[in-house]
């Protein structure tokens, strides 16, 4: 049986790509894994929260540019 991923996960339907504190998790989580027994600076630790807060605004920002498009091709079908 195919499982139908969520838009706003993803590729692996399991990280919110809309929610800050998991894009931040995750890649909080991606740099132990990559850097293992390091511990994250504050300094990085800070970067790597302005990159999360980077990641989310993007995507919603592409998702909203989607739905215009959308929108203004249900308006106006001629443009299709």
């Given at each position: 049986?195919?499982?139908?991923?969520?838009?706003?996960?993803?590729?692996?339907?399991?990280?919110?790509?809309?929610?800050?504190?998991?894009?931040?998790?995750?890649?909080q989580r991606t740099y132990h894994d990559l850097f293992q027994g390091q511990a994250i600076s504050p300094a990085l630790s800070q970067a790597l929260g302005d990159a999360a807060n980077y990641i989310v605004a993007?995507?919603?920002?592409?998702?909203?540019?989607?739905?215009i498009i959308t929108t203004f091709?249900?308006?106006?079908?001629?443009?299709?």
């Open positions: 049986m195919i499982q139908h991923r969520r838009n706003e996960f993803d590729v692996t339907n399991r990280i919110n790509t809309t929610d800050h504190q998991q894009v931040f998790a995750e890649v993007s995507i919603r920002v592409i998702a909203s540019a989607i739905r091709g249900m308006l106006c079908p001629t443009l299709r």
